[in-house]
């Protein structure tokens, strides 16, 4: 059964960038046909898709954040990363990287595998 875990600093500042690393165990990101996302939940919103890296290691972008993210992985280290440049106080949210079937571009929960998600504060 496939595992996801989230990791990184829980605290960033203004203007800096935002690291995050999804670790994956119990399957491979460059073997299997998955799609790798990563997905944020701002306090008191909805759930909102950030992009993925598919097991080719293509990627695709929310086109409202596409400007500021890059994800990659390390297949050696069945690992996959989000990076989120020039943060604000509005890119606070819960961070949840997650497995899903078929390409997406809207989140919900229960579908796929996820993470148990980090929380992200941006603040100064």
């Known amino acids: 059964q496939v595992q996801l875990q989230e990791s990184g600093p829980g605290l960033v500042k203004p203007s800096q960038t935002l690291s995050l690393i999804c670790t994956v165990s119990?399957?491979?990101?460059?073997?299997?046909?998955?799609?790798w996302n990563w997905i944020r939940q701002p306090p008191g919103k909805d759930l909102e898709w950030i992009g993925y890296?598919?097991?080719?290691?293509?990627?695709h972008y929310s086109p409202s954040l596409k400007s500021r993210t890059s994800i990659s992985r390390d297949t050696s280290k069945n690992q996959f990363t989000l990076q989120l440049t020039s943060v604000t106080p509005e890119d606070t949210a819960v961070y949840y990287c997650a497995r899903t079937p078929k390409p997406i571009t809207s989140a919900t929960k229960g579908f796929g595998s996820w993470g148990q998600g980090t929380q992200v504060t941006v603040s100064s």
């Open positions: 119990g399957g491979s990101i460059a073997t299997d046909y998955y799609y």
């Open positions: 890296i598919a097991y080719t290691g293509s990627t």
